[in-house]
């Protein structure tokens, strides 16, 4: 008789185990679906993360540069889709934002051989911009790409802005000959 009170006592351990488990994973996917509604992040399932684990970097030979992407998230299809979530606040994209992730759009490209139809900007205030990469960004990216490599023969780079507080948070504060500060 003992053995069968003891065969009941962990029949109702499993049970309980079992329902505290099924609780925890209702609650943890509500709380992934919540954090991806936050950050923007599209449906589809996430590749790559480099927000919440480090990741590695992305490449290219052809083009010279490299970076990391906060999201990479599987599209329809065969696609891809870089996502980046920026702190501030902006109603419309900044260009050096959008050259960004054109610029990771490109990596992804190259790194994982699969079409990046566009790409997610998402500010803090919830704002998201969806930015084609399409041919004329392609041929931005280019162009700018070009240009920074010429800059970097320079002593000083251009300025590209009339803004103090972007010089103040500028790593060529110290050096540079056309600082606002």
Do not use: W
Request: charged share 30%; hydrophobic share 35%.
């Amino acid at each position: 008789m003992d053995i069968y009170l003891i065969i009941i006592v962990l029949i109702l351990c499993l049970l309980i185990s079992s329902a505290s488990l099924q609780f925890l994973s209702r609650r943890e996917s509500s709380s992934a679906r919540n954090m991806r509604r936050a950050y923007g992040i599209p449906d589809g399932e996430v590749i790559y993360s480099d927000l919440d684990r480090p990741a590695k970097v992305l490449h290219s030979r052809k083009m010279a540069i490299s970076g990391k992407p906060d999201y990479i998230v599987k599209g329809k299809g065969r696609s891809l889709i870089p996502v980046e979530i920026k702190s501030g606040r902006a109603k419309e994209p900044y260009k050096n934002h959008i050259m960004q992730l054109a610029a990771y759009c490109y990596l992804v490209e190259e790194n994982y051989h699969r079409p990046v139809p566009y790409g997610v900007l998402v500010y803090s205030d919830g704002v998201q911009h969806k930015i084609n990469f399409d041919k004329t960004l392609r041929s931005d990216l280019r162009e700018t790409v070009d240009e920074m490599k010429k800059t970097i023969g320079r002593s000083c780079p251009k300025r590209a802005h009339n803004h103090k507080q972007r010089c103040m948070h500028c790593s060529f504060r110290d050096s540079c000959e056309r600082s606002l500060l």
